[in-house]
């Protein structure tokens, strides 16, 4: 069995999600506590600027900074891409630090490199 795509338009991508850090640590305190055996958990950082550099990078929310599980080359891609600037990071949360999975940056969609 094989699917076929009958047509296919141009995806246009909407807006990026404008939560604020305290809505989103409190859905992921929710989302743990109906199901405290899943690791991971989706986090938005609605307001992030990267901070760090060589193995120890994070991002500043403007309330404290969060660890990040990233390798040097992503990094460094994420940080030419956002210029210092303050955008939105998605990513996968495991109690200690942040993996971040996408940003929306004023160029377009960040992702990381092992996902390109």
């Known amino acids: 069995m094989r699917a ?3 047509a296919q338009e141009d995806v246009v991508p909407g807006p ?3 939560g604020e850090a305290t809505a989103e ?3 992921m305190a929710q989302r743990w506590s109906c199901n405290p055996w899943q690791r991971l958990q989706p986090l938005l950082v609605p307001h992030a600027a ?3 550099g060589q193995d120890d990078w994070r991002v500043d929310t403007g ?3 969060l660890p990040l599980r990233i390798g040097a080359e992503s990094a460094w ?3 030419a891409q956002t210029g210092g600037h303050v955008v939105p990071v998605f990513g996968e949360w495991d109690g200690m630090r942040l993996t ?3 940003a929306w940056t004023r160029d377009g969609l960040w992702t990381h490199a092992s996902f390109a």
Request: proline fraction near 10%; charge should be neutral.
């Open 77 to 79: 891609l994420l940080a």
């Open 16 to 18: 990026w999600p404008s």
């Open 63 to 65: 309330t404290g900074q």
């Open 4 to 6: 076929l795509v009958a």
């Open 50 to 52: 990267l901070a760090g």
């Open 100 to 102: 971040p999975l996408t």
């Open 25 to 27: 640590w409190q859905g």
